[in-house]
């Protein structure tokens, strides 16, 4: 799976921004997707992430740091994954990457990045003061 995010841009704290992931190569109906972001000098750390469960629905889960700012959802039509930046303060400027897993996962390791074989080449979010 290749994947590839755009959407990132500089924005004003209190402004919202629409991050895209595009996956090819295989459909992403049965793959868990997730969001990190890694700021400078800072490890990349765990913003939102999805993992299939029963009847074609999915489970979400994100970072306390981002709950109830962030909504991420999914087109597996499109292929795509989305990240809906609400409320944006300036500590969530990072480069934000976009990831794809194959298999099964239980809740607690949907935030590891260990988990994740694929990654996308990320897409920078300036968050001015």
């Known amino acids: 799976v290749q994947l590839q995010a755009s959407g990132g841009g500089l924005v004003e704290a209190g402004g919202s921004l629409r991050l895209s992931c595009v996956a090819s190569g295989r459909n992403i109906g049965n793959y868990g997707l997730a969001w990190f972001r890694q700021a400078p000098g800072k490890e990349r750390e765990f913003v939102s992430g999805d993992r299939p469960l029963m009847g074609s629905t999915y489970g979400t889960y994100y970072a306390n740091s981002v709950k109830g700012r962030f909504t991420a959802s999914r087109d597996n039509a499109k292929n795509t994954v989305y990240l809906l930046m609400n409320s944006l303060k300036p500590d969530d400027t990072a480069v934000y990457y976009c990831?794809?897993?194959?298999?099964?996962?239980?809740?607690?390791?949907?935030?590891?990045?260990?988990?994740?074989?694929?990654w996308g080449q990320g897409t920078q979010v300036t968050v001015s003061s």
């Open positions: 990831a794809a897993r194959s298999g099964t996962i239980i809740s607690s390791r949907v935030g590891d990045r260990a988990q994740y074989n694929f």
